[in-house]
């Protein structure tokens, strides 16, 4: 016999979705931070701004947290903000690799070791080391923007449909219903 969990009161998902949202908010603003810190240290400046960009996105989403602890329903909107706000983040930073990956300087970061197993992968492959490790690196790179942006739009797409879901029930506990 099957166990029917009952549905959880309207408090208990404003605490649910305040453990996620501060989660969500504490990992943006530590990655966007750490990542803010390693381009100013290397002078990336173009990486610094959307390093940034997302520190901001995080701010917003620990913005909403604090708003809805506080029980005021506008931080919802916060929380929904957010995620739109990092998604365009993403996407922007996305389309400006797509648009300015530079298959040289790429190859002269990897390790030493990492460019002498890919030549040799390609030599055995019996393909032109010079010509065809660009195109490897191009692809490489449309790959993992692909990806990328793929798992962007789930998680910030799931993260604003886990929020909206929840706006009745939220609203019901802050209004104490």
């Known amino acids: 016999m099957s166990r029917v969990t009952p549905p959880l009161l309207p408090e208990q998902r404003l605490e649910k979705v305040l453990g996620v949202a501060r989660a969500d908010a504490l990992g943006v603003l530590v990655c966007a931070g750490a990542s803010l810190l390693v381009s100013g240290t290397q ?18 989403e620990w913005h909403g947290h ?11 909107q916060w929380l929904l903000g957010a995620q739109g706000c990092l998604y365009t983040v993403i996407a922007g930073y996305v389309l400006w690799r797509l648009q300015h990956f530079n298959a040289v300087t790429y190859w002269a970061e990897l390790p030493a070791e990492a460019r002498d197993q890919i030549d040799a992968q ?3 492959s019996g393909l032109d080391v010079e010509t065809d490790r660009v195109l490897l690196l ?17 998680y910030q ?3 604003a449909w886990f929020y909206r879901r929840h706006r009745a029930a939220i609203s019901e506990a802050l209004n104490g219903r």
């Open 122 to 124: 390609l030599k055995q």
């Open 138 to 154: 191009r692809t490489m790179n449309f790959l993992v923007c692909t990806v990328l942006i793929f798992v962007s739009t789930l």
């Open 43 to 60: 002078q990336d400046w173009i990486m610094c701004g959307f390093s940034l960009l997302a520190l901001v996105a995080g701010g917003m």
């Open 66 to 76: 604090q708003r809805l602890r506080d029980r005021d329903l506008g931080g919802l």
């Open 157 to 159: 797409g799931g993260l």
